[in-house]
């Protein structure tokens, strides 16, 4: 999930505050000009140099006033209140405020509590310590860190909103645009997002091995599974942190709507977005899928021969030896089924922002009403990370149980 339509949108914030910098200075005298006007008089009445002079300079003025220069911001904002001189709280609707942190803290609350207990109970019940829980226990952790970002930025920053004028609240995006502070937290907005799909991808392909090659999975040891996870982690870190290394493409900022730092385009006219883009979701995304349909179809033949020789003529040995095989390809069928509403749960959440992004930068949403979308379709994304917890606590009947004890302990 990146902002790709957004941060460019920035990219001239300075040289527009430059050039209304003079207009600022006469605007006092041009307002008071236009103010102290008879109603009387006409405009052929007026001197005809020092009103087009002073009108166009009053509506350039006017124009970036207020929270407009944006292009985005919060919601529980009044943007018609909210001029220059203004303190932000002036022009903040109280009851918006209030429904829009609500949602942040227990959203955030949320996240952080199902993905800590999947933590806690891998690492405290040694019977889930099996290879599949050990992967979802990384992705909890990855999954854990978008709660941990709201709560140390969002709800922040909605506290420093009310002490500041609508002046600095519009300077600070662009002050912020590739500072230490902006990449250290949309970088890890970029690692949990890269790495709840890059974690999928590697459920997928294990799951597919371990019905293929039921035996060498069974027989792993659980040092290979450990330099899997490390690698994996090292990849997504870096991905990550890469796009700091070039700045005249990629932009790390705050982002005002969402009260939030994220990564963005400072150009479109670059081969490197399309290729991050590419590597970051659409690559893994698809072989994911791959992987899983692979499964799926491996699963069904597996069925399809258990049944023929269960229901065949066969010596007792032989019979005896079919209730284990069945066992295991039905658990596997369990833990598939897991996976598979996972990558579902993961494609719906995330196809809302895709498309708000797309249509923003194909230029059917605007400035000015694509502000609802984008935060609705950004939460809905965040959603995914709570709900991977959500579906791995259901589907599991030990974990529920682990869970259970855990919670009802006295």
């Avoid at 009053?58 to 919060?74: A, H, K, T």
């Avoid at 991808?201 to 659980?222: D, H, M, V």
């Avoid at 982002?255 to 977005?273: E, K, N």
Wanted: neutral net charge; charged residues 15%.
């Amino acid at each position: 999930m990146h902002d790709y339509g957004i941060a460019s949108g920035y990219s001239g914030m300075q040289s527009n505050e430059e050039s209304s910098s003079d207009v600022n200075e006469g605007s006092a005298l041009n307002e008071r000009f236009l103010v102290d006007i008879p109603i009387p008089w006409t405009l052929a009445e007026l001197d005809d140099i020092v009103v087009l002079a002073a009108a166009p300079v009053y509506e350039r003025d006017r124009q970036f006033s207020n929270i407009s220069r944006l292009c985005s911001y919060p919601l529980f904002l009044e943007e018609e209140l909210c001029k220059n001189e203004v303190d932000v709280w002036f022009c903040t609707k109280p009851w918006a405020a209030v429904i829009f942190g609500m949602i942040v803290a227990i959203l955030a609350g949320a996240i952080i509590s199902v993905n800590a207990l999947i933590l806690g109970l891998v690492a405290t019940n040694p019977t889930m310590r099996k290879q599949h829980h050990a992967i979802k226990a990384s992705m909890a952790l990855a999954d854990g860190i978008v709660g941990f970002l709201l709560l140390c930025t969002v709800l922040p920053a909605m506290a420093w909103m009310s002490t500041v004028t609508m002046d600095d609240f519009v300077s600070y995006p662009g002050n912020t645009i590739n500072s230490p502070f902006a990449i250290f937290f949309g970088a890890l907005l970029n690692v949990s997002i890269v790495g709840s799909i890059f974690h999928l991808l590697l459920l997928s392909i294990e799951r597919f091995a371990a019905i293929k090659w039921p035996f060498w999975n069974r027989t792993r040891k659980t040092r290979s599974l450990t330099y899997s996870l490390f690698g994996l982690w090292m990849v997504i870190i870096t991905v990550a942190i890469v796009p700091a290394a070039f700045p005249e493409q990629f932009a790390f900022q705050f982002q005002p709507s969402l009260l939030t730092y994220m990564m963005g385009l400072q150009s479109y006219s670059t081969w490197r977005a399309p290729l991050y883009g590419a590597v970051t979701i659409f690559i893994p995304y698809t072989v994911m899928v791959c992987f899983c349909i692979a499964t799926a179809i491996d699963i069904a033949q597996k069925i399809k021969q258990t049944k023929k020789t269960f229901d065949s003529d066969h010596e007792q040995a032989d019979f005896t030896q079919q209730g284990p095989r069945k066992t295991y390809i039905r658990q596997e069928i369990q833990v598939f089924l897991t996976l598979a509403m996972m990558i579902t749960v993961f494609t719906v959440t995330l196809l809302p922002f895709v498309i708000v992004v797309s249509l923003l930068t194909a230029g059917y949403l605007k400035c000015n009403n694509f502000d609802g979308y984008y935060v609705t379709a950004y939460y809905v994304g965040m959603l995914n990370n709570l709900a991977n917890g959500i579906i791995y606590n259901f589907r599991d009947k030990k974990f529920r149980k682990a869970a259970r004890k855990l919670l009802c302990r006295k």
